[in-house]
T-cell receptor, first 113, second 111 residues
Framework: NAGVTQTPKFQVLKTGQSMTLQCAQD?????MSWYRQDPGMGLRLIHY???????DQGEVPNGYNVSRSTTEDFPLRLLSAAPSQTSVYFC????????????FGQGTRLTVV | AQRVTQPEKLLSVFKGAPVELKCNYSYSGSPELFWYVQYSRQRLQLLLRHISRESIKGFTADLNKGETSFHLKKPFAQEEDSAMYYC?????????????FGQGTTLQVKP
């Protein structure tokens, strides 16, 4: 049972490069989200999706794009990487309902130099 | 605006000592609160949700709406409890899955 799978686990980028962080879930969850984890700041929501074809911005969306063409996949694109985007990125999925549990991927550690 | 605050970055206790990790929230609606835990080299996972009023791994958390708090407690800490703990609030209605997290507290249980 894979749950939420993120690739890659580690990545180093040069300033200005672009890349896509992949996220896939096999639990048929409707909701998917991307968070970034920074020391002393907890996890902050970047973008989220409530279903295929529907996405919206979270707390810190600038510099990131997302799309949701299928229920399973929710890639996060960095268009032009900046050192401020050095962080650990987590993808999560869940289903609608009160007090529903979110399931997280193992994280992607990104360094922008 | 909604907010979750965990005032302690690090909490260090000896094995067998009681533990209380503090969490305060600010939210205009009816709060749905969780504790998530991240053990070393593992992914973030759910520990507790307030609606369940359950005890998981000896941990409990009670929602106090008057004090807007959701503190996590355990009477006798174990070394395997050492981890990063996040308090989280589900906001924007249950129809979005959006979570706002506190800053996190690292619990270190010494032998």
């Amino acid at each position: 049972n894979a749950g939420v799978t993120q690739t890659p686990k580690f990545q180093v980028l040069k300033t200005g490069q672009s890349m896509t962080l992949q996220c896939a879930q096999d639990m048929n969850h409707e909701y998917m989200s991307w968070y970034r984890q920074d020391p002393g700041m907890g996890l902050r929501l970047i973008h989220y999706s409530v279903g295929a074809g529907i996405t919206d911005q979270g707390e810190v969306p600038n510099g990131y794009n997302v799309s949701r063409s299928t229920t399973e996949d929710f890639p996060l694109r960095l268009l032009s990487a900046a050192p401020s985007q050095t962080s650990v990125y987590f993808c999560a999925s869940s289903n609608p309902g009160q007090n529903t549990e979110a399931f997280f991927g193992q994280g992607t550690r990104l360094t922008v130099v | 605006a909604q907010r979750v605050t965990q005032p302690e970055k690090l909490l260090s206790v000896f094995k067998g000592a009681p533990v209380e990790l503090k969490c305060n929230y600010s939210y205009s609606g009816s709060p749905e609160l969780f504790w998530y835990v991240q053990y070393s080299r593992q992914r973030l996972q759910l520990l507790l949700r307030h609606i369940s009023r359950e005890s998981i791994k000896g941990f409990t958390a009670d929602l106090n709406k008057g004090e807007t708090s959701f503190h996590l407690k355990k009477p006798f800490a174990q070394e395997e409890d050492s981890a990063m703990y996040y308090c989280a609030l589900l906001y924007g209605s249950s129809n979005t899955g959006k979570l706002i997290f506190g800053q996190g507290t690292t619990l270190q249980v010494k032998p």
